[in-house]
């Protein structure tokens, strides 16, 4: 029997959305689009250069992707000064925490100090309005794929309430089913409730599912091994934070995860900001992808990442916004700015990583990373209609010397005029349409100083 998501209190939310309300309609907007006018980089494959092509969009898919398409009956949107391609992805973003922005300053301490009270005092309602809110940034930003990486999942109700905030929010990505925060090193995740939710999945969804682990670094080998194996029997891709802070990286967990054989294109390691190069390359040899934060990375303390290192390493690479509490805002342009730029401070040389190339970790290589369905990150017929448009003509991107460097150096989620996921229009001419931002920053303000004040954090 299907299980009822409860997120009573969410106002923007049904009382009860079940799991099967995460199936896609046949035709979820039955109408048909042509994007014309646009300068289209459609990342097949990695790097393409930008070509004046049309888009003909069909039952939330990509029908034809030509010079000059003719569809008389087609809704014809002109994106003429803009570059089209296809929306960002996020590979690694703690969304249950959004409305916590900025609290890793309080009088309790840092991040971690500030956290550990408010966790306690969360509540599925609170979850779910993070994930909300966080959707809506995500969509400004053109981020149009997130993994939701869930880790304060107190209970069942916890992980409804934030999978039916991602559903109701039109946003394709993947759920990340995690644990409490407060769960000890030598306790299990809740296994069993991971598997009912499994069972109960829809195959046809904007949502797919995962698990989010505390991985060798902060669990014991006990743990760890029986979750990974768990997450692997039920077929669900398993990601882990490890090797971020000088601490972590000194115990060198990626030789205990290749001598168990939990290495693999289903295991995705986040951070190893403070990793050595052998460690790096040992991660790449069992073919585990990385996703670095670099904004969160430095502000936590962790380290400067280095991801010109990373990648001469041999990894597949992805990058992340990872939270508000941190990071401040969901901004995936000023994260390809600095991941760039980092690789060129560390190699003291400029385009050590070329902008491409950051582009591509950010779309289809950070897609191909983490196992997203097939077509996300790319522009592709057949492929899912999830695409942005990038004003070139805007204060902070004309002029701009390459559209390389405009994507990762010039832009901003203000230059995101248009965006599209699964044939939805989620942003057109520079605002949200799915989202009243008054009412949504009212209520999360709002639920943000109820949950500081219980949690006694100032």
Not at 122 to 144: D, F, H, K, Q
Not at 245 to 269: C, F, R, S, T, W
Request: proline share 6%; charged share 20%; net charge negative.
């Amino acid at each position: 029997m299907t299980r009822l998501s409860l997120v009573a209190g969410c106002a923007a939310l049904p009382l009860s959305l079940p799991l099967t309300a995460l199936a896609q309609d046949d035709d979820p907007s039955g109408r048909r689009y042509l994007l014309s006018g646009a300068q289209v980089i459609t990342m097949q494959g990695g790097w393409t250069p930008p070509a004046p092509l049309d888009i003909l969009i069909e039952d939330g898919k990509i029908a034809r992707i030509d010079a000059d398409i003719e569809a008389a009956d087609a809704t014809e949107i002109d994106l003429s000064g803009h570059l089209l391609t296809p929306g960002l992805v996020d590979s690694h973003w703690h969304m249950w925490n959004t409305i916590a922005r900025g609290y890793e300053r309080s009088d309790q301490g840092g991040f971690a100090g500030t956290m550990k009270p408010l966790s306690g005092a969360w509540t599925p309602e609170a979850s779910a309005l993070s994930v909300e809110l966080g959707m809506a940034l995500a969509v400004n930003s053109g981020i149009t794929y997130v993994n939701n990486w869930a880790h304060n999942v107190k209970a069942p109700e916890f992980a409804d309430a934030e999978i039916a905030a991602m559903a109701a929010s039109g946003v394709r990505g993947r759920f990340s089913y995690g644990y409490p925060q407060a769960l000890g090193q030598g306790a299990l995740m809740d296994l069993a409730d991971l598997e009912t939710t499994q069972s109960d999945w829809p195959e046809d969804s904007l949502i797919g599912l995962g698990v989010s682990l505390r991985g060798p670094d902060r669990s014991t080998p006990e743990i760890w091994t029986q979750e990974i194996t768990k997450a692997r029997d039920l077929g669900l891709p398993v990601t882990f934070h490890m090797g971020g802070a000088p601490e972590a990286a000194e115990k060198h967990n990626v030789a205990a995860l290749a001598e168990q054989k939990m290495l693999g294109k289903d295991i995705h390691v986040v951070h190893m900001t403070s990793a050595p190069e052998e460690d790096l390359r040992k991660l790449a040899e069992g073919g585990s992808p990385l996703i670095i934060s670099p904004w969160t990375e430095l502000e936590v303390g962790y380290g400067v990442p280095d991801p010109g290192m990373m990648k001469d390493a041999g990894l597949e690479m992805a990058v992340s916004v990872d939270n508000t509490v941190l990071a401040g805002q969901i901004n995936m342009f000023e994260v390809m700015r600095l991941t760039a730029d980092l690789a060129d401070g560390h190699a003291h040389k400029q385009q050590a990583l070329p902008d491409a190339d950051v582009f591509d970790w950010a779309t289809r290589q950070g897609a191909r990373s983490i196992m997203a369905p097939e077509g996300v990150g790319t522009l592709t017929e057949g492929g899912p209609a999830d695409l942005i448009a990038i004003s070139t003509e805007g204060l902070n991107t004309r002029p701009a010397a390459s559209p390389d460097f405009l994507l990762t150096h010039a832009a901003e989620p203000e230059d995101v005029s248009f965006v599209m996921i699964a044939g939805e229009i989620h942003k057109e001419n520079g605002k949200l349409t799915r989202v009243d931002l008054g009412d949504l920053t009212a209520r999360a303000d709002a639920m943000m100083g109820d949950l500081a004040a219980q949690a006694g954090v100032q």
